[in-house]
C-alpha cells in the first residue's frame, strides 16, 4: 500500500551534502542522518528536499535518491571544498540561491528541517521572510567542543550567537540524546523549545552477515583478534588513546591481534596531517605489523569489518551521539566507548560494552583486556547490544518520531496561517 501523502520538507545540510561518499573529510555522521532520514521519511509519504553547497564544479546539481527524496545542489561562494570554519561568509548567497530554487520550481516549503549551526542560520533567514515551521539539529554543539580543543577558532563567537538563537527561535529542536539536552539547557539557552529522537541506523546492512561469515569474506582467521576503529581522522576522534592502549601489556598479552583503522583521508588536509601523526605513533609503538589502515570504507563493506571485530572502540573526547557505536551495536560487535555524550546513551556499560573516561589509554586498555579475555561475555554483550539498536536505533522508528513531530508543526503552522488571515 502507497504511503498517505504528507506534505514538503526542505533539509537544509549546507556542508553535509547527504550525496556524498562518506568517510572523507568534513563526511561523517551528519551526511549519514540527513540522506538516511531523507530517505525514511520519504517512504513515509513526504517530499524531501536535501538542500546542500555544491563544492565542485563537476558535481551534478540534482540527484534523485529515491521517489520522493532527492539532493539539491546550491551554489553558495567557490566551487570547491571550503572548510566549515570558512563557510559562514557564504551563508547570505546560499539564502538567496535558495529563494532562486523556490521561485523556480513554484514551490514554498512550510518544513525546514536544518542541520548544524551554519544550516540553523539559513533556516533563521528563510524563517524571516516566509511562513515555515524551523526544526533544527546541532549535530554539534559549539559551547560543549570548545571546552575540548586546545585552540579555538575565530569564528567561535558567531557560532555561539547562532546556536543561542537558533535555541531560542527554532520551533523545535532536535537533541540526538538526553545529555545532548541537558548540555543544551545548562550551556547555550534556558528558552525555546527541545525533544529528544535519537540518531538511526540501518538495522538491515549492519547484522545481516554473521562473524564466521564476515571473517572468511575478509580472509581473516578465527582465531585473529580484532580491535577496530571506524571514523574520521580527527583529533578530537581519540585515535591516539586507542593506538596506546592497544600497546599496553594487558592488551599485548592477547595473541594474534589485530588493530584495524577505517576511515579516509586526503593528502596535505587536517585529516591527512592527523593520519600521519597517528601512522607516527603506530609506528613509534612498534605496532605497523599488527595495523592496518583501510581507508574509506563503503557502508557494505563495513558490515562485514563490524560482524568480524571483536570489539569496536569509539575512543572520542566528545561525540554529540556517533552513529559508529549504533552501527558496530547493530552488528553484534560489544563497544568500548568515552563516557561522553551520546556514547553515554547508546553504550550500556556492562551491558552492551564498556564506557572509559576519554584520553584514559590505561582503562581503555583494561576494558579491551576485560573482553577480549571472556568470550562468552564479549557474545553475551554483542546479543545485547544488537537487542538495544532494534528497539532503539533503526532509521525507521527514528523517522516514525520525526513524522509525529513535523505533522505537529505543521497543524500548527495552519493554524497560525487561519488566525492571521481572519486578523487581516
Ligand atoms: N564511515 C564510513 N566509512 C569510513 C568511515 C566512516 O562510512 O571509512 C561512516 C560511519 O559508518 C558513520 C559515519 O561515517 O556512519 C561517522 O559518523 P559518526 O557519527 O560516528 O561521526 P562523525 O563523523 O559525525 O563525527
Same mark, same amino acid.
Given at each position: ?229 571506524? %571514523? ?7 585515535? =591516539? &588513546?586507542?593506538?596506546? !592502549?592497544?600497546? /599496553?601489556? +594487558? ?90 555524550? %551520546? ?7 556492562? =551491558? &552492551?560494552?564498556?564506557? !572509559?573516561?576519554? /584520553?584514559? +589509554? ?63
Amino acid at each position: 500500500m502507497l504511503p498517505k501523502k504528507r506534505g514538503k520538507i526542505a533539509f537544509i545540510s549546507v556542508h553535509g551534502d547527504p550525496a556524498v561518499n562518506i568517510g572523507k573529510e568534513e563526511a561523517g555522521g551528519q551526511n549519514v542522518y540527513v540522506r538516511e532520514v531523507g530517505e525514511a521519511l520519504a517512504r513515509k509519504g513526504w517530499q524531501v528536499d536535501m538542500f546542500t553547497r555544491r563544492s565542485a564544479r563537476q558535481q551534478e546539481t540534482i540527484v534523485e535518491h529515491s521517489p520522493n527524496c532527492r539532493t539539491i545542489r546550491l551554489t553558495a561562494g567557490p566551487e570547491e571544498f571550503v572548510a566549515r570554519q570558512q563557510l559562514f561568509e557564504h551563508l547570505p548567497e546560499f539564502v538567496e540561491a535558495f529563494f532562486h530554487f523556490q521561485n523556480q520550481s513554484e514551490t514554498i516549503y512550510p518544513l525546514i528541517h536544518t542541520n548544524y549551526w551554519l544550516s540553523g542560520w539559513v533556516g533563521m533567514e528563510i524563517k524571516k521572510r516566509q511562513l515555515a515551521k524551523q526544526i533544527h539539529t546541532y549535530h554539534s554543539l559549539g559551547a560543549v567542543k570548545y571546552r575540548s580543543i586546545a585552540a579555538i577558532p575565530f569564528i567561535a563567537n558567531t557560532r555561539l550567537n547562532v546556536e543561542k538563537q537558533c535555541l531560542e527561535t527554532s520551533d523545535m529542536v532536535v537533541a540526538t540524546s538526553p545529555q545532548e539536552r541537558e548540555d543544551m539547557r545548562s550551556l547555550v539557552s534556558d528558552k525555546g523549545n527541545i525533544t529528544v529522537i535519537p540518531c538511526g541506523t540501518d538495522i538491515e546492512r549492519f547484522g545481516r552477515v554473521s562473524r564466521e561469515q564476515a571473517r572468511q569474506a575478509l580472509g581473516l582467521d578465527p582465531a585473529t583478534r580484532v580491535i577496530l576503529y571506524v %571514523g574520521r581522522f580527527d583529533p578530537r576522534k581519540g585515535i =591516539e &588513546t586507542l593506538v596506546r !592502549a592497544v600497546d /599496553q601489556p +594487558e592488551v599485548r598479552q592477547h595473541p594474534n591481534l589485530k588493530l584495524m583503522i577505517a576511515g579516509g583521508s586526503r593528502p596535505g588536509q587536517k585529516d591527512g596531517q592527523e593520519r600521519e601523526r597517528i601512522e607516527g605513533i603506530v609506528s613509534e609503538l612498534n605496532l605497523a605489523n599488527i595495523t592496518t589502515f583501510l581507508g574509506c570504507v563503503e557502508h557494505t563493506d563495513l558490515a562485514y569489518y563490524y560482524a568480524a571485530a571483536d570489539i569496536c572502540v569509539v575512543p572520542s573526547h566528545y561525540e554529540p551521539f556517533g552513529l559508529v557505536a549504533i552501527e558496530a551495536m547493530a552488528s553484534g560487535t560489544p563497544v568500548i566507548a568515552s563516557d561522553v555524550g %551520546g556514547l553515554k546513551y547508546t553504550v550500556v556499560h556492562e =551491558e &552492551t560494552g564498556l564506557l !572509559a573516561p576519554p /584520553q584514559d +589509554e590505561k582503562a581503555f586498555a583494561q576494558a579491551i583486556n576485560r573482553i577480549l579475555g571472556n568470550s562468552h561475555w564479549r557474545e553475551q554483550l554483542g546479543q545485547a547490544a544488537r537487542q538495544r539498536v532494534e528497539t532503539k536505533f533503526s532509521w525507521d522508528s527514528v523517522a516514525s518520531q520525526l513524522d509525529e513531530l513535523y505533522l505537529e508543526q505543521l497543524g500548527q503552522l495552519h493554524q497560525e496561517f487561519l488566525t492571521s488571515s481572519v486578523v487581516s
